[in-house]
């Protein structure tokens, strides 16, 4: 079915998706922009894409699979936007249910991210484990909400490809804690110069306390990332999404 | 001198730096918090603090070196600060004159910044280059603003030890062009496997289009950072922030 406006109603549920409340409420959450909506329509379920009507036949095919299209003005696209610039295509999607075996745990890399904040490094990660194939992310429950918008669109539609869990991970690491853990401290072995195992998981620390002690007691390899000259005076550390970069590198490289 | 109010011109001139025209007009920049002031003073001329009365003795030696300090009230410094807490401290500093010598630029790596355009990226490359001893940062003039407000505080006081410089990069590189001049695409070299010079420019580019064809000219050496699996379907790209940190990794784990 084609609808021809985006109406008020949808327009203000879209806005209300801005709410952690409100998408926890409808298990629903919002894609801008061609890449993502495409992205995230080959592995998610899709409630509706509002698209403007000169993108239509791009389109066109979601009729057949039984979603929702609504061609919609610019002005219309523009009131249901979280960006500065309308974009010509937004989609509504369902959060999916995501699960993982022990299998997937013991067979790969894994990230834990222990009360990540910001939106861009969150996106950011998200983005980084797609690129080294790192299928699940485990996160703190209070870990920066994947599906917040802000977050969602600086995934670049990464988003579609890593399964993002929120896991109290006190319980998740003792549960776990017979594979190697991995964590970054400053007094951590020299990670050039360290054996990285094919599995395994990779925490990660929030932007300014780092792991908690409460993570911290389950990692079992301590890695640091050498700071150039070894002696000089510098940075106390290096931003969370650029030190996830650099570790998941190194673990790929060595395979 | 120890002045014992903010002023509201004071807050209105610290207020109105968030705008390049001012900062350009008045030479100078804000920062905000104990760390990245604490290590403003130590590299950049300072025009003043304000400070809260109970921070003042940590602050006080600058009174011998003729910098003007105002104490000021918690109401005042949020009034006056750009962050949604209002800091302890907030600094006023000029912008330094930030020179460079062919023999710096022969002698080590540095990065070449072509229209990077979110702060925290920008902030997050700072950060990188100090960690890894990279003192010389070039950018295209359309690259953000260092001195924007939001910039100068994601790099976490990096600002103090890396020198960025805005330049014609197309006179820049030409003038430069018998270095080796790095840069990431996608049907580069494996970076993993390549040779990497203890000297030489990387060329980083814009978040949305990468690395212009002006710029890309002069680039002699093409890296590409490898996804893993090799032939999954993954994300176009990473981060900029990222692909920075793993190539500045590179090059410094093999020294």
Redesign the interface.
């Known amino acids: 079915m084609i609808n021809m406006t985006l109406s008020k109603n949808k327009i203000k549920y879209i806005q209300s998706l801005k709410d952690k409340k409100r998408r926890m409420e409808y298990g629903t959450f919002v894609a801008e922009g061609k890449?993502i909506v495409s992205d995230l329509l080959v592995s998610c379920q899709c409630q509706f894409i509002a698209v403007l009507p000169e993108m239509l036949n791009e389109f066109a095919y979601l009729n057949d699979r039984g979603i929702e299209i609504i061609t919609a003005s610019e002005e219309e696209l523009k009131k249901a936007s979280f960006l500065k610039t309308a974009p010509p295509v937004i989609g509504v999607f369902y959060q999916p249910k995501n699960d993982f075996s022990v299998v997937d745990l013991k067979n790969n890399i894994h990230l834990v991210l222990d009360g990540i904040q910001?939106p861009?490094n969150m996106?950011?990660i998200v983005?980084?484990a797609?690129?080294?194939?790192i299928e699940n992310i485990f996160c703190s429950p209070d870990t920066v909400d994947i599906y917040l918008p802000k977050t969602v669109q600086s995934t670049?539609?990464?988003i579609a490809?890593v399964k993002v869990h929120y896991i109290d991970l006190n319980i998740f690491l003792k549960n776990n804690s017979d594979l190697l853990i991995y964590g970054t401290f400053l007094d951590g072995e020299d990670i050039?110069k360290t054996n990285l195992s094919e599995n395994g998981l990779i925490v990660m620390g929030n932007e300014g306390s780092g792991i908690r002690s409460y993570v911290e007691k389950w990692v079992n390899r301590r890695l640091f990332?050498?700071?150039?000259?070894a002696l000089?005076?510098?940075?106390?550390?290096?931003?969370v999404?650029?030190?996830?970069?650099?570790v998941c590198?190194?673990f790929?490289?060595r395979?």
Chains 1, 2 share one sequence.
């Open positions: 890449k910001d861009g996106g950011t983005r980084i797609d690129w080294f194939g670049m539609g990464a490809r050039y990332i050498p700071n150039y000259p000089r005076t510098t940075s106390e550390s290096l931003n999404a650029a030190a996830t970069a650099i590198s190194e790929r490289r395979e």
